[in-house]
């Protein structure tokens, strides 16, 4: 892209658990350059093939991509993605557009990256100097930081606040526990296919997937994963909860007596809300609210299955 069509000055990739040190960065440098972070920016992607808009906005529409390192970084799904993004860019047109920022101590950087390219260290220089610098690489590649005015923040503010007022109208309707319903039903299915498919294409993972109205529960490695969806109200989604448990052995269910009384393992939930691009999505309590849409938690859903199975014993898988 030539420096009039980035999107984007600065795009960050990050861990979970670094969301918030990336949004302290993202607060010191959003008022003077356009920045994506995935929870201040989910109009931009809500609702999308999560692949293929984040392969775009690290591969090409970011000027500068700032990536939070830490062991772990391009192994968990979302970094996965950033970093073969970011890794083609870099062959394509060298690495002059990636700042990496190491967090572990002692401080390291991915082996692929050139040993030539620096890196902000951030305990040397702070927040407001990693800013400083993420700002200087900016222009250094092209851009123009400009200050924010006060018509454009009231623009930003008044979006916003219209937005919010739409959202809880619409999560207190009757329309609203529909469109819920709806995408449980959707996640049901997306879950159905993935299994299906998992069994078809291999001989040596042992996975079962039954439902019932507002229940899914998948077997496998002697483990069970349940997925329920319990609305509370006919109107109004208020403590309505996808819940996901993770058992050793078979999950309760009404129809099911079990010899052996399972074990909980975890659990996890999530709220279905919506997002500015007026697309529904699945949000995680906790992990920094990152919202799904069904065919994505599917897969995050099965992948983390999988690894929980991975670490079964052969005996007990057995079981």
């Known amino acids: 892209m030539t420096p009039e069509q980035y999107e984007f000055d600065v795009a960050f990739s990050f861990l979970a658990k670094d969301e918030s040190l990336a949004t302290q960065l993202d607060e010191l440098l959003r008022s003077r350059l356009k920045t994506f972070l995935y929870s201040k920016r989910q109009e931009e992607v809500g609702g ?8 775009a906005i690290f591969g090409k529409k970011a000027r500068v991509v700032v990536v939070l390192y830490r062991d772990g970084w391009g192994k968990s799904p979302w970094t996965r993605i950033e970093e073969t ?31 030539h390219r620096l890196w902000v260290g951030l305990l040397r220089w702070g927040l407001e100097g990693a800013a400083s610098v993420i700002e200087a690489r900016v222009q250094e590649m092209g851009g123009e930081p400009h200050e924010e005015s006060v018509v454009e923040r009231a623009s930003r503010l008044d979006q916003s606040l219209r937005f919010e007022a739409h959202r809880k109208q619409f999560l207190n309707s009757v329309a609203g526990v529909m469109a819920a319903d709806a995408k449980f039903a959707s996640l049901q299915t997306k879950l159905g296919e993935l299994v299906a498919e998992v069994k078809e294409r291999t001989s040596s993972i042992p996975m079962e997937l039954k439902s019932a109205r507002q229940k899914i529960v998948i ?73 799904y849409t069904s065919k994505e938690l599917a897969e995050y859903l099965l992948n983390y299955f999988m690894e929980e199975g991975s670490k079964v014993s052969p005996r007990r898988g057995r079981r």
């Open 48 to 55: 999308t093939d999560g692949e293929v808009t984040f392969n």
């Open 85 to 115: 993004a970011i890794r083609n860019r870099g062959y394509d047109h060298g690495y002059d557009f990636a700042l990496f920022i190491p967090l572990d101590e002692p401080p390291t950087v991915p082996e692929w990256l050139p040993r």
């Open 219 to 291: 077997l496998g490695f002697g483990l069970g994963l349940s997925v329920d969806w319990r609305p509370q109200f006919s109107n109004s989604l208020d403590d309505a909860r996808l819940s996901v448990e993770l058992w050793e052995g078979h999950p309760p269910m009404r129809e099911i007596d079990t010899f052996e009384p399972p074990r909980k393992l975890r659990t996890m939930e999530f709220t279905f809300d919506l997002l500015p691009s007026d697309h529904s999505c699945w949000r995680e309590s906790g992990n920094g609210g990152r919202p």
